[in-house]
Structure formats: C-alpha cells, structure tokens
C-alpha cells in the first residue's frame, strides 16, 4: 500500500463523515457534531498525510510504517495538526481558521462528555440552529482550503466536493427564522446608508459593511455570526468601489482591474506625508514587511496613523525596526541583530553562510 492510496481513504473517510453529519442533523444532532469534528480532522490529516504520512502520527509515538497502514497509531490533534501545517508545510491555519476548527472540538467534546436532550421543541430548534450556523461558518473555511489554498492536493475529489457544498447550504433554510427576525432591522440600517452584502457562510444578504474608504474593518454576518475582515479602495481607473476580503487580491467588477497586495500597498499609502517625511529623513512612511504572512514591503503607514499589511490585513499601532536589514517589521525585533527578521537571517545567517 502506498502513500496515494492512504491519502485516497483519509479523503473518501472524511466525505463519508460529511455526509453522515448532513443526514444526521436533524433526528441525531449529537452525531452530526461528533461527525462533522471527525471530518474537519481528516481533511487536515489529509494535507498533512500528502506532505508526508508520519505528519500524521502524534508527536507522542515513534512513526512506524506497518503500525499506520493498519491503523494501530495515535493521529495528531488538531492543535498538532495546525502546527505542523505551518511550520513542515508551510501552508498553516489562519488565526481565524483554526479558531472557528477549535470551537468544532469544543462542542464535539461536550457532546460527548456532557450532552443531554433539550426539554422542549423551541429548545430542539434553537440546538439546531447553533448546530448550523457553527458548521456553515467551519465549512465556509474547510471549503476555501480544500478548493483554494491546497487545490492541487484536492482536485480529484472536486466534484465530491462540490456535491457536499451543495448539500450544506441547504442547511441555510434553519436560520430563515433569524433572518426573518432581522430583516427589519437590516431594512432600517439600509435607509441609514449602511451595506449589507451576501454571507458567504450562511447566504443571506445580512453581512455588514462599513461606510469608510480604505480602512480595514470586521464586517460580521447578523444571521450566523461570520466575521471576517474587508476593506475597500476607490478603483484608479474608473472610480468604481473596490472590495478585499481578508487578503490584498481583489478585481474590480467595473473595469476588470486586478490588484494584487503591491497595488493595495501603493493605494494605502499616503504618498503625500510619506514624500514629506523621506525629506526630513523621517522613516516611520517606509515600506515595512509582514511577519505574520511574511510579505515583503507588504505594510504601510496608511492616513489614519496606522500600519496595515496589505497582504494578510494585519493592524498595528507601531512597527519595530529590523537591527540587520535596518526595515521596519510587524514582528518582535529585539533579538533582530543575530537573529533577524522574516526577510533577512541576522548576523546568525551571515556567520552560517561564512
């Protein structure tokens, strides 16, 4: 048996579960989060097990190749799992992205250790809905790995996945009921001047968007609860609003303009203070780079006295200054002489090369 084919089954294993938990939520909601949990750990299995099959095993036991293709070893957590993600694959978890995984383990857990029936058909309803809307929101992020970021990974399955895609927004039709709550209050922002766009997660035209240009901003879901970070610019071509959701790629519907964070970037800053600043030998409007996505010259100093990254949307106050490279970075810079930033290896890198 070989790796292919142990990454076929983790794949396969973890559809089974999705499905399984689709049918479930109804008459068997405890099992449906018990399965949902089961899927979300297969797939990051999977991504983990296309790197390298021992990725798999718990740090707790020495990889052993008979023992894993008889199933006769502990898996990795979730936890383990992120980190491996991002420090063997290099394709990690967001912060978002595995906060919204460990909420899935959470309730999973108390399903399992603490689960009781509701007393009440309105309380029978209710469970439900937290049981959608948590796992609308878990499998808007599932399904943007497995068909964006590690799309090569998953292609084969595409179709498979697809067809549970189309199986999950069903689910939507259980919180028709908060909508229905909401919508007169949606409606009266409206005529207010507030934007409500379509959630991503859930479907309904209930996600909030600020007013202002060129701040990064929380634009969060009033029916599940989905937050995530957006921004939108003027396009220089035509004038046209400009949406980003949380990464500085974007295209503009008008003009088919595309940007990619380096465009963000220049759009961000403001090159009239910066022009100023340069000439009185003032380098706070440098260009700095992102320690959290490892963008380069990714961050600026925007008009409102704040950093951004217009790569991963990160907002800081200040930035700290790299002692080799002498750039500014998101990240601690204390120890930046020897060590270094995200860009350049420090005094340790130059002596290593040596």
């Known amino acids: 048996m070989n790796k292919d084919v142990m990454l076929e089954r ?6 089974d579960f999705l499905e399984k938990a689709i049918s479930e939520l109804t008459e068997q909601p405890k099992y449906s989060v018990i399965h949902f949990h089961a899927a979300v750990e297969l797939f990051l299995k999977a991504r983990l097990m296309a790197e390298h099959w021992t990725l798999v095993i718990s740090h707790r036991q020495e990889p052993d ?10 898996s990795v957590s979730l936890d383990g799992a992120s980190e491996r993600l991002t420090k063997i694959v290099r394709s990690g978890l967001t912060k978002q992205e595995l906060s919204v995984f460990r909420e899935i383990t959470k309730h999973r857990n108390k399903m399992v250790h603490f689960f009781h029936e509701a007393h009440s058909e309105e309380e029978n309803k209710e469970q439900l809905r937290d049981i959608v809307k948590q796992q609308l929101t878990a499998w808007y992020f599932l399904h943007k790995l ?14 498979d996945v697809a067809n549970i895609d189309g199986e999950l927004r069903k689910l939507h039709s259980f919180l028709q009921v908060i909508y229905n709550q ?3 209050k949606i409606e009266n922002k409206k005529l207010k001047g507030f934007t ?3 959630c991503p997660s859930c479907g309904f035209d209930s996600q909030e968007h600020e007013d202002e240009l060129k701040e990064i901003y929380d634009a969060s879901c009033l029916v599940c609860g989905l937050s995530e970070k957006w921004l939108k610019i003027e396009c220089p071509d035509c004038s046209t609003e400009v949406f980003f959701e949380n990464e500085g790629f974007g295209q503009c519907d008008n003009c088919g303009k595309k940007f990619e964070p380096e465009d963000l970037a220049s759009e961000l800053i403001d090159d009239g203070a910066a022009h100023v600043a340069a000439m009185d030998g ?15 010259h990714t961050v600026v100093r925007t008009e409102s006295d704040k950093y951004v990254c217009a790569s991963c949307f990160l907002v800081l106050e200040s930035l700290q200054w790299c002692g080799w490279c002498n750039e500014p970075n998101t990240g601690d810079m204390e120890h930046s002489h020897w060590a270094g930033c995200n860009q350049w290896g420090g005094r340790a890198g130059w002596e290593k090369d040596d």
């Open 182 to 184: 909401i919508s007169p």
């Open 282 to 296: 003032d380098d706070s409007w440098d260009m700095g780079n992102c320690n959290n996505c490892d963008g380069y």
């Open 65 to 74: 190749w008979n023992k894993f293709v008889s199933g006769n070893f502990q």
């Open 146 to 159: 497995i068909t964006e970021r590690w799309r090569e990974i998953f292609e084969p399955w595409k179709i």
């Open 196 to 198: 409500f766009k379509s």
């Open 10 to 15: 983790l794949v396969k294993n973890g559809l």
